[in-house]
């Protein structure tokens, strides 16, 4: 039987004390042996690092970092983790987050293609409040050279992924410091303008939606983000090519408005709507428009 290669798994960690176990469960629990554990400890003030202390007292492969400094972006605390990292695969779980116990056994093997840089999955999405779950894609998630595909629809969730260190390596950089939310879908996008994706259509992991993830809480940010980098793109030759750049910028000013309705700026909103393309989403628009202000708060994950 071939030794399993080495996975780096990265833990960033600010206050999770909550949800920090049930994450580090899901690690503990896997099926494929071979891993690290490079936890990240942003200066957390909770019992974070007493409860990750407890787990890494019982398994040497659990190891624990002090961040010099809090950082207040994420994925400038990413790389920061990074570096600790040694394995040639590295995957990222939120403390929020968790796995399904076949994950990385699924999922390493597809690495034997070396053309392949990352490997991702399906998931559930588990909404705390209602106690539920659902199937975050119930079509075919796409494979191959998808790079046009990710910039019409992101449909890498955080936890699920693992990506090949050498093509990590490949990159000019890694995580960009100074994005706070969509430092994935940066990563990634630039990844599969270089390398193969593969992906396990099964779920592989859940994500928890709880009302105080980081995305929910900065949507301004979030735009802010999405605006800059597709300018920065568009002067990519490899990325300007792609027909589907230009949805990037629309999922912005979708964000954007939206978020106007919800601050009951109805003519600021309903004049950007005008001026929104014909589909889909320019009807959720309409529709979100129209919706009592009561309710439309209720929608927190739109």
Same mark, same amino acid.
């Given at each position: 039987?071939?030794?399993?290669?080495?996975?780096? #798994?990265?833990?960033?960690?600010?206050?999770?004390?909550?949800?920090?176990? /049930?994450?580090?469960?899901?690690?503990?629990?896997?099926?494929?042996?071979?891993?690290?554990?490079?936890?990240?400890?942003?200066?957390?003030?909770?019992?974070?690092?007493?409860?990750?202390?407890? =787990?890494?007292? !019982?398994?040497? +492969?659990?190891?624990?970092?002090?961040?010099?400094?809090?950082?207040? #972006?994420?994925?400038?605390? +990413? @790389?920061?983790?990074?570096?600790?990292?040694?394995?040639?695969? #590295?995957? &990222?779980?939120?403390?929020?987050?968790?796995?399904?116990?076949?994950?990385?056994?699924?999922?390493? %093997?597809? &690495?034997?293609?070396?053309?392949?840089?990352?490997?991702?999955?399906?998931?559930?999405?588990?909404?705390?409040?209602? @106690?539920?779950?659902?199937?975050?894609? @119930? !079509?075919?998630?796409?494979?191959?050279?998808?790079?046009?595909?990710?910039? /019409?629809? =992101?449909?890498?969730?955080? %936890?699920?992924?693992?990506?090949?260190?050498?093509?990590?390596?490949?990159?000019?950089? !890694?995580?960009?410091?100074?994005?706070?939310?969509?430092?994935?879908?940066?990563?990634?996008? +630039?990844?599969?303008?270089?390398?193969? #994706?593969?992906?396990?259509?099964?779920?592989?992991?859940?994500?928890?939606?709880?009302?105080?993830?980081?995305?929910?809480?900065?949507?301004?940010?979030?735009?802010?983000?999405?605006?800059?980098? $597709? !300018?920065?793109? /568009?002067?990519?030759?490899?990325?300007?090519?792609? %027909? @589907?750049?230009?949805?990037?910028?629309?999922?912005?000013?979708?964000?954007?408005?939206?978020?106007?309705?919800?601050?009951?700026?109805?003519?600021? *909103?309903?004049?950007?709507?005008?001026?929104?393309?014909? *589909?889909?989403?320019?009807?959720?628009?309409?529709?979100?428009?129209?919706? %009592?202000?009561?309710?439309?708060?209720?929608?927190?994950? $739109?």
């Amino acid at each position: 039987m071939l030794e399993q290669p080495l996975v780096s #798994i990265i833990i960033n960690c600010y206050n999770g004390e909550k949800y920090l176990s /049930k994450a580090l469960d899901s690690i503990t629990l896997q099926t494929y042996k071979n891993w690290e554990v490079v936890f990240w400890d942003n200066r957390s003030n909770d019992k974070s690092a007493e409860i990750f202390k407890r =787990y890494k007292n !019982n398994d040497n +492969r659990l190891k624990y970092y002090l961040a010099p400094k809090h950082s207040n #972006i994420l994925y400038k605390a +990413r @790389n920061d983790a990074l570096k600790n990292a040694s394995a040639n695969f #590295i995957a &990222f779980l939120d403390v929020d987050d968790w796995w399904l116990p076949t994950k990385l056994e699924q999922q390493i %093997p597809m &690495f034997k293609d070396s053309q392949v840089g990352l490997v991702y999955g399906n998931c559930y999405i588990f909404f705390e409040k209602k @106690n539920k779950k659902k199937l975050y894609r @119930n !079509n075919k998630l796409p494979t191959g050279k998808i790079l046009n595909k990710l910039l /019409k629809d =992101y449909f890498i969730a955080s %936890p699920t992924y693992v990506i090949r260190k050498k093509a990590l390596q490949s990159m000019s950089y !890694n995580f960009n410091n100074n994005y706070h939310i969509i430092g994935d879908f940066d990563l990634n996008t +630039r990844l599969a303008a270089k390398w193969k #994706i593969e992906c396990v259509q099964s779920p592989v992991a859940y994500v928890r939606v709880h009302g105080q993830n980081e995305s929910l809480l900065n949507r301004e940010r979030e735009i802010n983000e999405l605006k800059i980098w $597709y !300018n920065e793109m /568009k002067n990519n030759p490899i990325f300007l090519n792609q %027909p @589907n750049l230009n949805e990037v910028l629309l999922m912005a000013t979708y964000l954007e408005i939206m978020k106007l309705i919800l601050e009951n700026r109805f003519k600021k *909103s309903l004049s950007m709507i005008m001026k929104y393309p014909l *589909s889909l989403n320019k009807i959720k628009l309409i529709i979100a428009l129209l919706l %009592p202000s009561f309710i439309l708060k209720k929608i927190k994950n $739109y």
